[in-house]
């Protein structure tokens, strides 16, 4: 067996608890998703303890159960102790600030893991100032998803400072965020300097005609980046036409998606015309 998917079944903290114990005596068991299942604290913990016993455990989704602030410290105790974890989903758990102050602390002493989701969790600017800057130490993780957690201008400054010192994250997943026009140009100004990431999303933040010229004039400076997702975010003609000018400037972007905007059909072919010739420069000899 190496896998295990118990999803949506209210099994609550007793049955946690229960699969705590396969947890730390199968050793063929790598990947378990227990998420929908209503654990609070005590099945979180039993989890937890699990995991610091276990060789074999590489992912691990507990997104949208109830595990609060407390759960989120006691997955970072494990986190930091030492685990064979490289996944974690914590998504929808409202573990809040202080539950992603105290992942960021795991983040500095963790060498294992490479994926945390933490959306839809209510961290506000402070956790995501926590997370980020963790991987100013941190060069394993690789990413890092912070999704619907009301991060607005001020929280996308202090991610840009962390984006411009680190090396290893190289998918950052900001969907869904209040960081408009203002945000996107303090976030542009990490993308520019940064040289690991790969994928962002910044879908359904607002961004305006504004802050798509601030990413196009990211987009110019940054080497390392391949798809980046601006969807939904009242982008019009003038925005459309700075992506599609950064696109022919940079042919490393291979994917750029940009529906649910205003862009107009004229600037859709442009931006598709340049992502084409991008991809096949990609893929000449």
């Known amino acids: 067996m190496a896998s295990l998917r118990i999803c949506r079944n209210d099994i609550g ?45 590489i992912t691990l989704n507990l997104g949208w159960n109830q595990i609060g602030v407390q759960g989120a410290v006691v997955m970072a105790s494990a986190l930091e102790k030492g685990t064979t974890i490289m996944e974690l989903d914590l998504r929808g758990n409202r573990i809040c600030t202080s539950g992603a102050k105290a992942l960021a602390e795991a983040l500095r002493k963790n060498s294992k893991l490479t994926a945390l989701h933490v959306s839809h969790n209510e961290i506000m600017n402070a956790g995501a100032e926590y997370l980020t800057s963790s991987l100013e130490e941190n060069k394993t993780l690789q990413l890092l998803d912070l999704g619907s957690n009301r991060i607005d201008a001020t929280g996308a400054n202090c991610i840009a400072g962390s984006l411009a010192k680190s090396v290893g994250l190289q998918t950052l997943l900001l ?28 879908s359904g933040n607002e961004l305006g005609d504004q802050g798509a010229g601030s990413m196009a004039a990211a987009l110019g400076r940054n080497s390392s980046l391949c798809t980046i997702s601006l969807q939904s975010n009242l982008i019009g003609p003038a925005g459309g036409v700075q992506l599609a000018d950064a696109l022919a400037k940079n042919p490393g972007i291979i994917a750029l998606t940009v529906w649910g905007n205003q862009v107009g059909e004229d600037v859709e072919e442009s931006i598709s015309n340049a992502l084409e010739k991008n991809k096949t420069s990609a893929v000449a000899p």
Not at 180 to 190: D, W
């Open 13 to 57: 903290d007793q049955g946690a608890a229960s699969l705590a114990t396969v947890v730390e005596t199968c050793d063929a068991l790598t990947n378990i998703d227990l998420s929908g299942n209503r654990i609070v604290y005590d099945g979180t913990e039993r989890l937890a303890l699990a995991l610091e016993k276990s060789t074999s455990m």
């Open 175 to 202: 969907c869904v965020n209040e960081l408009g026009a203002v945000g996107a140009e303090k976030l542009a100004e990490g993308v520019a300097a940064n040289c690991s990431l790969t994928s962002l999303d910044l």
